[in-house]
């Protein structure tokens, strides 16, 4: 259920910031890598991968506070 929650949030995301969080955490690229991989700077990747951290926290908290 948790995963389904995840992917689902995931799947509200935009496509780059969707990437982005995905290069962290599947691929495990370093916010270097993922600036130089996608021609960006470091700056630009650490606010999507924080756009993606937040919204998911919120999807996530929003399902434990109904679970309890």
């Given amino acids: 259920e948790m995963q389904k929650r995840i992917n689902h949030s995931l ?11 995905t290069m962290t955490r599947e691929e495990n690229l370093s ?5 130089k991989k996608l021609e960006v700077s470091q700056h ?3 606010n999507q991968l ?3 951290l937040k ?3 919120k ?3 929003t399902m434990c506070c109904l679970l309890f």
């Fill in 11 to 21: 799947g509200q995301l935009s496509p780059r910031i969707k990437q982005v969080y």
């Fill in 31 to 35: 916010i270097q890598e993922i600036a």
């Fill in 44 to 46: 630009t990747v650490k």
């Fill in 50 to 52: 924080s756009s993606a």
């Fill in 55 to 57: 919204h998911l926290r």
């Fill in 59 to 61: 999807s996530l908290t």
